[in-house]
């Protein structure tokens, strides 16, 4: 099976390496290379060196983007981790209906997120309606729309993750701690969130790198307004490549640190919680 497997290998791996060599890896290349330039079209590029990363981090917007996307990614993480964890516990006690629960759960994952913006643009301002306020009055309703949105998306997702960890940890376990005299919240802590380390890993990393990539969900939600004080930092990349004439470069450079931000959080997150992985 092993000689089969090694020769067949190439044939198999090869056509989607060369895929992503194409799709992924040769524009990312040329992206970085354009981020030193200035350009309209890429046959036009004048290197320019570093003015483009300057003018980045001199002009307000997006400085004003990154502390707003860091805010919402600090407070989506830590709310869709412990929601989708608590029902993650709640769908794994054998109770009637678990796994209608479950599909009805993640289903919000299936929509697509312009869809997904306008509907809860449509369902919040209905409710702020009765307050004589949108969610473009002020920047906070803006925000807390935002994390409403990523919440109702993302927990069943992770929730499915959290349950298949649960689900992995042996009974005996459970039941030694409970002959042990644990009370239920000593097992949680003390027995089960150690040994679902490896999907804690998991929905950690992937609810990390989706709340600074927000994009689709902010365009349709509040569009950055008012005054661009909801502005993410996909939608600030997208708003100075697309709208504002030769600074194609600027918004290159920022989709670049933007690249280099997300690298930076999510993979120290990602060692850091996979060495307090354990073995059952």
Do not use: H
């Not at 992924?24 to 003015?51: H, Q």
Request: charge should be neutral; glycine fraction near 8%; aromatic fraction near 14%.
């Amino acid at each position: 099976m092993e000689k089969t497997l090694a020769k067949y290998f190439p044939v198999f791996v090869l056509p989607t390496l060369i895929a992503f060599m194409i799709g992924f890896v040769a524009p990312f290349i040329m992206g970085i290379g354009l981020s030193f330039t200035e350009f309209t079209t890429v046959s036009d590029a004048k290197f320019v060196f570093l003015d483009n990363y300057v003018k980045a981090f001199t002009t307000t917007g997006f400085l004003d983007a990154l502390w707003f996307t860091t805010k919402f990614a600090i407070v989506s993480v830590l709310s869709v981790n412990i929601c989708a964890f608590l029902l993650a516990l709640l769908l794994t006690r054998g109770m009637k209906g678990t796994n209608f629960f479950r599909t009805v759960f993640f289903m919000p994952n299936l929509i697509g997120g312009i869809v997904l913006g306008y509907i809860w643009q449509l369902i919040l301002n209905g409710v702020l309606a009765q307050f004589g306020v949108t969610l473009t009055y002020d920047p906070k309703y803006g925000f807390w729309g935002l994390v409403i949105l990523m919440n109702w998306q993302m927990i069943g997702y992770m929730m499915i993750i959290y349950i298949a960890g649960i689900q992995n940890i042996s009974d005996s376990v459970i039941e030694a701690a409970q002959i042990d005299g644990a009370t239920p919240f000593k097992i949680i802590t003390n027995m089960i969130v150690p040994l679902v380390m490896p999907s804690v890993t998991i929905c950690l990393f992937l609810t990390t790198s989706n709340a600074f990539k927000l994009f689709d969900q902010n365009l349709a939600l509040t569009a950055g307004s008012p005054s661009d004080k909801t502005v993410m930092l996909a939608l600030d990349i997208y708003n100075t490549f697309y709208g504002r004439v030769g600074w194609e470069g600027v918004g290159q450079a920022k989709a670049v640190i933007f690249f280099i931000l997300v690298a930076m959080i999510s993979l120290p997150q990602l060692v850091t919680t996979r060495k307090r992985e354990v073995e059952e």
